[in-house]
C-alpha cells in the first residue's frame, strides 16, 4: 500500500511539472503576441508618420526649384547622391566604397530636417539627395534623369529658319531623380526607415 502511494505521488509531481511547464509556454506565447503586435502597430503608425515626411520633402523641393544645383545642409538637402553615406547606421554601401564610412546624423539640424513631434508621438526627420554625381547644372551624363519630346515645329529651311504649323522639332525636357530618406523616431525610441524616389521636372 505505502509503494502505490509513493507511485501516485511520483505521477502528481510529474503532472505538475507538466502544467507549470505547459504554463510558462502560455505566459511566453503571450508575451510574443504582444511584442508582435505593438511592432506592427508602430510600423504601421510609422508608415502613416513617414508620409507626412515625404510630402513635406516634395513640396520643399517644389518651392525651391532654383536651389538645387548646389547642397543646402540646413534644409536637409544635398546636390549628389552621397552613395557612400550610411544613411541608417547599418553599414550597407556600394561596393565601390572604401572606409572610413560616413554615418548621417539624424540628430543634427545641419544634415536633416525634423518636423514637429506629430499626435501619435512619433519625431520625423528627412533629407534629400539629388541623384547626381556632382553639384551644378542637370548633366545627363552624371545624374539620373529622364528625357521626354514635345512637337513644337520643323525648320522649312536653312536659311530662312522659318516655323511650319504641324511640323515636328523635338524638344528634350529632363526631369532629375531625387531619393527622400525618412526616419521615423517612435515614443519608445524604436525607429523605422522609409525611402522614396520622387523625380521632378529641372
Known amino acids: 500500500m505505502n509503494r502505490q502511494r509513493g507511485i501516485v505521488l511520483i505521477i502528481a509531481l510529474i503532472v505538475l511539472v507538466a502544467m ?33 515626411g515625404v510630402e513635406a520633402a516634395i513640396a520643399w523641393l517644389g518651392a525651391n526649384s532654383s536651389l ?13 547622391g552621397q552613395d557612400c553615406l550610411d544613411l541608417t547606421g547599418g553599414g550597407h554601401f556600394d561596393k565601390e566604397c572604401k572606409p572610413p564610412f560616413a554615418v548621417l546624423d539624424w540628430k543634427s539640424p545641419d ?20 541623384m547626381c554625381a556632382a553639384e551644378g547644372a542637370v548633366d545627363g551624363g552624371k545624374c539620373a534623369a529622364d528625357q521626354s519630346a514635345l512637337s513644337e515645329g520643323r525648320s522649312q529651311g536653312i536659311a530662312t529658319q522659318e516655323k511650319i504649323y ?31 524616389i520622387v523625380s521632378l521636372p529641372v
Not at 538645387?68 to 549628389?80: I, Q
Open 20 to 52: 507549470t511547464l505547459a504554463s510558462v509556454a502560455m505566459v511566453r506565447s503571450v508575451d510574443t503576441s504582444s511584442i508582435i503586435a505593438g511592432n506592427i502597430a508602430f510600423r504601421q503608425g510609422g508608415v502613416a508618420s513617414a508620409d507626412a
Open 68 to 80: 538645387l544645383e548646389k547642397d543646402r545642409p540646413g534644409k536637409g538637402y544635398f546636390a549628389t
Open 111 to 130: 544634415s536633416v530636417v525634423t518636423l514637429p513631434q506629430d499626435a501619435a508621438g512619433n519625431k520625423v526627420s528627412y533629407v534629400i539627395h539629388r
Open 166 to 196: 504641324g511640323d515636328i522639332d523635338m524638344v528634350s525636357i529632363s526631369r532629375v531623380y531625387y531619393r527622400v530618406t525618412v526616419r521615423v523616431e517612435g515614443p519608445r525610441n524604436n525607429a523605422s526607415f522609409i525611402q522614396a
